[in-house]
């Protein structure tokens, strides 16, 4: 999937976003943020369902949808669209599929209980604290 790139159009330029920039810019938005625990984990070796899994936490639903939403503005400005989102509503876990990159933005108790981190041990890990 790495080889597969997103075409991004912004002010009559075309620019190329591979999964790897996507993640990064993804990260930067939760950084903006304030998000908690951000991990980027490296999976395009072990799976063909994404390139990038990054996770966070948010200290509350409020701040779960804040970080969503900069995530969501954030790549509209440069024409990425997510494919699906899920979890909005109850604010508990919010997925954004970017098909090559995936963001779970979890409330902390949740990220414990279902702690992707330790089902994808196998991906590499970049963490930002």
Not at 97 to 106: I, K, L, P, S, T
Request: hydrophobic share 40%; with cysteine; net charge negative.
């Amino acid at each position: 999937m790495s080889d597969l790139l997103n075409i991004l159009s912004v002010e009559d330029e075309v620019h190329i976003l591979d999964s790897k920039k996507l993640a990064d810019k993804i990260m930067e938005a939760m950084q903006e943020k304030k998000a908690k625990d951000i991990n980027m984990i490296d999976i395009h070796n072990i799976t063909t369902i994404a390139d990038y899994f990054v996770i966070c936490s948010g200290t509350s639903t409020t701040h779960i949808k804040a970080i969503a939403d900069e995530i969501d503005v954030k790549l509209n400005e440069i024409g990425v669209e997510p494919y699906h989102k899920e979890g909005y509503d109850t604010a508990r876990w919010i997925l954004l599929d970017y098909a090559d990159v995936v963001v779970h933005v979890f409330h902390q108790e949740d990220r414990e209980f279902f702690n992707l981190e330790r089902l994808w041990s196998d991906g590499e890990m970049t963490c930002i604290r």
